[in-house]
């Protein structure tokens, strides 16, 4: 049973986060909402709350893309919680045209790659103190349409000339991380730490990707990601990528050892986050 379980799911107010902060709230447990909005995030409070008859709910508002708003998120957290059992990184976006975040990142990578790496690194804390945590990142299965010309491209300075490979990009950086956190967390034993595809779902993001020439299932449907929260055959299965619920070999780059650490050195860099 989850019913004392505490649960975040970031960008909970509309598409997958929300149905997976539903399915989530059903089983009793503590749901942590997050979304940037204040309005469209109450509103999904309180259709849950109506839905599922579950008190547990819990609002947090934040600008993701600012590193800044990602730390007060964190010390919100902190301020109300002393465990976290299961963290879902879903929040994500696909930006056509290059916009820079207040930090000075392209607005793709800031999202999509820094605030999860910086949100789970602030949390790891409660989680090291759930007796079994679950970290999800969502990723995506286009992902593998990345093409390397010279080696593994540079994460920060590449120029943003087509949103669907900075898109791709950021979802390989965030398998990539993955495994590297796994890795590092894995003589802990009750922490796992997986990545995978959500599913093709009909959500904004889907129609911005293939510019409206692909539909998929309703959101309704879309439950990977709460089973990857809460299946228990999955206990202490860690480092895993699953594309349409199942254990699936991502792209061959995200196997690199050496490009994950060279990832891995300038996120840290970058966030300043500690393991």
Excluded at 213 to 240: C, H, N, Q, W, Y
């Amino acid at each position: 049973m989850m019913d004392s379980h505490v649960c975040l799911v970031t960008g909970a107010s509309d598409g997958i986060g929300k149905h997976t902060a539903m399915r989530l709230a059903q089983t009793g447990a503590t749901v942590l909402m997050h979304g940037r909005n204040p309005k469209k995030l109450s509103n999904a409070l309180s259709e849950i709350a109506r839905k599922t008859g579950n008190s547990s709910l819990e609002g947090y508002t934040a600008d993701l893309s600012s590193l800044s708003q990602v730390r007060a998120l964190s010390e919100e957290i902190h301020s109300k919680h002393r465990r976290l059992d299961v963290l879902v990184n879903n929040a994500g976006v696909f930006m056509i045209d290059r916009i820079d975040s207040e930090d000075g990142y392209e607005m793709t990578f800031a999202v999509n790659v820094l605030a999860p790496f910086l949100l789970t690194s602030l949390l790891m804390d409660l989680l090291q103190t759930s007796e079994s945590s679950r970290i999800i990142h969502v990723s995506s299965a286009l992902h593998r349409e990345y093409q390397p010309v010279k080696g593994f491209e540079p994460t920060t300075n590449w120029t943003h000339s087509d949103g669907r490979r900075a898109y791709v990009l950021s979802k390989v950086h965030e398998v990539m991380f993955t495994y590297k956190m796994a890795d590092l967390l894995q003589d802990q034993g009750n922490i796992s730490v997986n990545c995978l595809h959500p599913g093709r779902v009909n959500t904004k993001l889907l129609g911005q990707a293939w510019k409206g020439k692909m539909s998929g299932i309703p959101v309704e449907e879309a439950d990977f990601v709460f089973r990857a929260a809460t299946d228990p055959r999955l206990d202490g299965v860690t480092g895993r990528y699953f594309e349409d619920d199942i254990d699936t070999r991502s792209s061959d780059i995200t196997y690199n050892k050496d490009e994950q650490n060279r990832l891995w050195d300038i996120l840290v860099n970058l966030t300043g986050a500690v393991f």
